[in-house]
């Protein structure tokens, strides 16, 4: 499969806590993108992070990325409750029509008060 | 700040009915994306358009046809439904020079 592959899938923990969320990929990408989905709600865009980049930051969101090993982690430090939601990579491939992106299974955060 | 709208934000349909989903983008985004998510799935790209042009496809049934039209909104035709129709369908928009997709409400569409 070309999409992304993340783990764990699902990730509890305390309000307060940093919350680590890895995606590993297959091909080769133009970019990699995580997003942000509440229970059965839109999808939030949280962070872009080009092949060429290695590291983002946004707020309280820590995003890196290694195209040697195919992978990228987000970080979610100083977690609330409020960050409780699913977390999907999206993966916008080489060679791809358009700029469609590939997502990844996603992870299941839980942030407990 | 002016977001996707989708519309309606929920539909329920009979098998074999169809049904049309409505994408409004975000003022000056040229390019539309649908994709479907079913429960506890990852959204799935189906099509896109630029510019009032398919500009790719992905793994929409041939039962779906969509387009855009000139003041770039998009419809999503969906007809002889299906059970496993039922998803949460999001549109998205973009600038074609950018690559942030954002992404609108969703429809969700439930066929019994």
């Known amino acids: 499969s070309q999409q992304g592959e993340e783990d764990p899938q699902a990730l509890s923990i305390q309000e307060g806590e940093n919350a680590t969320m890895n995606c590993s990929y297959k091909?080769?990408?133009?970019?990699l993108q995580w997003y942000r989905q509440n229970s059965g709600r839109g999808l939030v865009h949280l962070i872009l992070?080009?092949?060429?980049?290695r590291e983002k930051h946004s707020g309280r969101l820590r995003v890196t990325l290694d195209t040697s090993k195919k992978s990228s982690s987000l970080l979610i430090t100083a977690s609330r409750a409020a960050d409780t939601a699913s977390y999907f990579c999206?993966?916008?491939?080489?060679?791809?029509?358009?700029?469609?992106?590939?997502f990844g299974k996603g992870t299941k955060l839980s942030v407990i008060p | 700040a002016a977001g996707v709208i989708q519309s309606p934000r929920h539909l329920i349909k009979e098998k074999r009915e169809t049904a049309t989903l409505k994408c409004y983008p975000i003022?000056?985004?040229?390019?539309v994306y649908w994709y479907q998510q079913g429960p506890g799935q990852d959204p799935q790209f189906l099509i896109s358009?630029?510019?009032?042009?398919?500009?790719d496809k992905g793994s929409i049934p041939d039962r779906f046809s969509a387009q855009q039209f000139s003041d770039y909104h998009s419809e999503l035709n969906m007809s002889s439904l299906e059970l496993g129709d039922s998803a949460l369908y999001f549109c998205?928009?973009?600038?074609?020079?950018?690559?942030?997709?954002?992404f609108g409400p969703g429809t969700r569409l439930l066929v019994l």
């Open positions: 999206a993966l916008e491939m080489i060679g791809a029509g358009s700029y469609q992106l590939t």
């Open positions: 358009f630029y510019e009032k042009m398919q500009s």
């Open positions: 003022p000056r985004h040229d390019t």
């Open positions: 091909t080769s990408i133009n970019n």
């Open positions: 998205a928009s973009s600038l074609e020079a950018e690559e942030t997709q954002y």
């Open positions: 992070i080009r092949s060429n980049e």
